[in-house]
């Protein structure tokens, strides 16, 4: 059986280093009101710091989905457009699923805010596209990793970190009660999640 | 667009409701030191309360796979046997998908743990079977579920809730640093969390 080793530096796991400040470089953005779902879903995707990428796996027969906890950012604190970019390696199973199929979903619940009175469950699903290193697009995801993940910038250089981002192209959300609901990729984008909210392109 | 409607009940939210009472209804069960993988893996799924069941979806296309919360025992507090076992209904978009494909995956993170020092991921992978409703196993799993997701218990009938179950055919965790392990399936229901616990086959 393959096993893809070192994906994560030893002594250096990623979320345990993080948790080791209690600051969290951000200032949370206030909540939108749950039935404006295309803020309610931008608010998700910039608030939080953790989902589950899935990808059909490469490694388990039959083309079984495969869902793998991921770290990202969608820009730097209270600026962000709204596309989640990760920061991996083709070291780790989930990027190297993607080589195959690039066709992935990623999955956030307000669970995951252990102080949210309610559980809103946005999945995107689309594309898995590497960003192009000497982009600039890359420079400013890359700083805004560094701000909100400020560990990742100790991580070392020999597992050759890259930065994709996911491509949209569909979102599936359920705010409170009742059915899914599918939101307008259009007016996803352009939904601002304050008055003063500065949108910042990657 | 298919969207399906009404899986969970109007103003009772499954989370909502749960996120009312603070009392969590098991006393948490010691963490295993994390080398001992097993144990690792069983503490992880008779501790946690939800994780993100991933499938292949039926309404994206190209088989796109497709991740959802869910919630999920493993047996009543301080018992349980290692299988994950479901409460859900054919109208949710991700028991709809299992009936024209059952090969699905969960996955677990201590991250949904905010008072956990650490963040092991642990996938399982295997088929999504139904419980028969008439079984010992169907009146056993329900208990456990009505014992530690009390609301579920207020659910209403109409919804054709059923018990679904992870037949695990592999265990993919991340354990610390380093890469990730392929546990043995049998180690893993052979593991004990402590000396005394008892193992309750549902």
Redesign the interface.
Known sequence: ?L???????????P??LE?QSDECPCEPLQRPDRFNKEELARWMVHSMD?G?L????TR?P????????YSFVDGPCGKGMGTPYFYGTY?D?SFHDSKQND?????L????L?SS???A?L?L?GKLVEVNPDSEEYTRAQAAFFQRHPQMATWPSEHNWIIAKLEI??L?L?N???????LSIEEYFSAKLSPDMQLERL
Chains 1, 2 share one sequence.
């Open positions: 059986m096993t893809l080793s070192g994906a994560y530096p030893s002594l250096r796991h979320f345990e948790k953790w589950v899935t990808t059909i796996s388990l039959d083309g079984q989905p495969f869902g793998n906890v070291m199973q066709k992935v979903s990623f999955t619940t307000e669970a995951s252990p009175p309610v559980c469950r999945t699903s192209e569909d599936w359920i409170f009660y009742g059915g899914a609901a599918i």
